[in-house]
T-cell receptor
Framework: NAGVTQTPKFRILKIGQSMTLQCTQD?????MYWYRQDPGMGLKLIYY???????DKGEVPNGYNVSRSTTEDFPLRLELAAPSQTSVYFC??????????FGPGTRLTVT | DQQVKQNSPSLSVQEGRISILNCDYT??????FLWYKKYPAEGPTFLIS?????DKNEDGRFTVFLNKSAKHLSLHIVPSQPGDSAVYFC????????????FGKGITLSVRP
């Protein structure tokens, strides 16, 4: 089991560019989540999904979009990147909720 | 409005001694609490949890205590080991919220050899 994998590990974007952060889990978990962590702060929920085809906004969804066409994949799309989106992004999955398994993160810098 | 608070940003303890990490919450509807551990350049890993119907949960060297009246929980690590040096996040959830977690800012624990 690879668990939760995220690509890329690092990325530098220019203001206004777009990109997709990939997240895949091989544990057949229904629940998947996207968080961002800013320096010195806790994790904030961006979007989450309770199953394929079902997504919902978290605490900080503005500037992001998600889709969940399969159980395994939960990509996060950034449109028109802004410096405020500079952060570390974590994807997580969970079989029933609560205990979540996290990927290694993607460090994104927008300049 | 920060609903989960970890007011001490760091803690340093001697190897072999007890580490006590504190967490406070403001939303009395939270009914499930978790602790996560995070090493640099890695994702958080689940450590231990407790339901609001309990006041203590133990797993090896790790024990979590919950005081609902004070809206306070704490993580005890005994004995502390150098490998425990990491950032510890407290998180809370409430039933019916699709298990969305609200995280604190984290506490950096340093265990001195």
């Amino acid at each position: 089991n690879a668990g939760v994998t995220q690509t890329p590990k690092f990325r530098i974007l220019k203001i206004g560019q777009s990109m997709t952060l990939q997240c895949t889990q091989d544990m057949n978990h229904n629940y998947m989540y996207w968080y961002r962590q800013d320096p010195g702060m806790g994790l904030k929920l961006i979007y989450y999904s309770v199953g394929a085809g079902i997504t919902d906004k978290g605490e900080v969804p503005n500037g992001y979009n998600v889709s969940r066409s399969t159980t395994e994949d939960f990509p996060l799309r950034l449109e028109l990147a802004a410096p405020s989106q500079t952060s570390v992004y974590f994807c997580a999955s969970s079989p029933l909720g609560y205990e979540q398994y996290f990927g290694p993160g993607t460090r994104l810098t927008v300049t | 409005d920060q609903q989960v608070k970890q007011n001490s940003p760091s803690l340093s303890v001697q190897e072999g001694r007890i580490s006590i990490l504190n967490c406070d919450y403001t939303n009395s509807m939270f009914d499930y609490f978790l602790w996560y551990k995070k090493y640099p350049a890695e994702g958080p890993t689940f450590l231990i949890s407790i339901s609001s119907i309990k006041d203590k949960n133990e797993d090896g060297r790790f024990t979590v205590f919950l005081n609902k009246s004070a809206k306070h929980l704490s993580l005890h690590i005994v004995p502390s080991q150098p490998g425990d040096s990491a950032v510890y996040f407290c998180a809370a959830s409430l039933t019916g919220a699709n298990s969305k977690l609200t995280f604190g800012k984290g506490i950096t624990l340093s265990v001195r050899p």
